[in-house]
């Protein structure tokens, strides 16, 4: 029986880039709007949080904005105080130190750079994840978003975090990649796609993320096929990560799946 009681996506910052970014090797000048999501997942047994969106300092301070965004071709997010995760948990009566666990799907930028808001919990992170990113395999990677001394247990198998919560290998986009598959109380269960799938447009037409690792669009294809089976197997919804239109049509924070 799962121990997932309640899912609230959260809008942690948003961003404006070239569709390409999200669609291999289609889309070039279109440009769209890309919401950066979490994923508060509360459980019987703690709160895990599924990736933690940007560093607010990095695009507040504009010495720190200009070091880490001002050669960057995406460009900064568009984030606000109100957007931070501290925000977010204040709206619902919580402190950082009440996340118990937070996964991380990869470890980019937008995904990654808001460790150092809930520094107290333990890290669950792919090897090969860890690993390409101390590497700097792309630039998507800001080294000091993961430098600390936090509390890392790194993964390889798939695993059941807790019964209702289980780790999804889904490389591709980067090189450890993870989904994750949430059986909800009472609703169908999700399956928090990641950046395996951008957009529905990935999931629907099956086209991979517009950024690969190694130019592994094998590999994402196969992650994409992969996630669209376990959900017709567990008749789960499959969320893509930075669609707007499909986040518009969540429940909207501090509305909650359940």
């Known amino acids: 029986m799962t121990q997932v009681t309640r899912l609230w996506p959260l809008l942690t910052a948003t961003h404006r880039y070239d569709k390409s970014i999200s669609t291999w090797q289609r889309g070039h000048g279109t ?25 607010y300092r990095k695009i507040a301070d504009p010495l720190l904005r200009q070091r ?5 071709p995406m460009g900064a997010p568009q984030m606000s105080e109100e957007q931070r995760l501290p925000a977010h948990f204040a709206r619902l009566g919580l402190t950082p130190a009440d996340i118990d666990l937070v996964f991380l799907g990869h470890l980019h930028f937008d995904h990654a750079g808001g460790l150092c808001e809930v520094c107290g919990a333990e890290v669950h ?7 390409a990113a101390r590497a700097q395999a792309d630039e998507a990677y800001f080294a ?23 780790a999804i290998n889904s490389p591709g986009h980067t090189a450890g990649h993870m989904s994750l598959l949430i059986e909800l109380p009472q609703g169908k269960p999700v399956i928090l796609a990641g950046d395996a ?4 447009e990935n999931l629907d037409q099956e086209i991979a993320p517009g950024t690969l ?22 008749g789960a919804e499959l969320w893509p990560n930075h669609d707007m ?11 909650f799946h359940a």
């Open 31 to 55: 440009q769209i709007d890309a919401p950066i999501l979490a994923y508060l997942i509360e459980t019987r047994h703690g709160r895990i949080l599924y990736d933690v969106g940007c560093d």
């Open 68 to 72: 880490w965004y001002g050669d960057f």
């Open 125 to 131: 992170v792919h090897a090969a994840e860890l690993e």
């Open 144 to 166: 000091d978003d993961f430098a600390a001394d936090y509390r890392w247990k790194v993964q390889t198998d798939e695993y059941d975090l807790l019964p209702g919560v289980r």
């Open 197 to 200: 799938a951008d957009l529905m």
């Open 213 to 234: 690792w190694q130019a592994r669009e094998d590999l994402a294809l196969a992650s994409i096929r992969k996630l669209k089976a376990l959900a017709r197997e567990t």
């Open 245 to 255: 239109a499909f986040f518009r049509g969540l429940r909207q924070f501090p509305e």
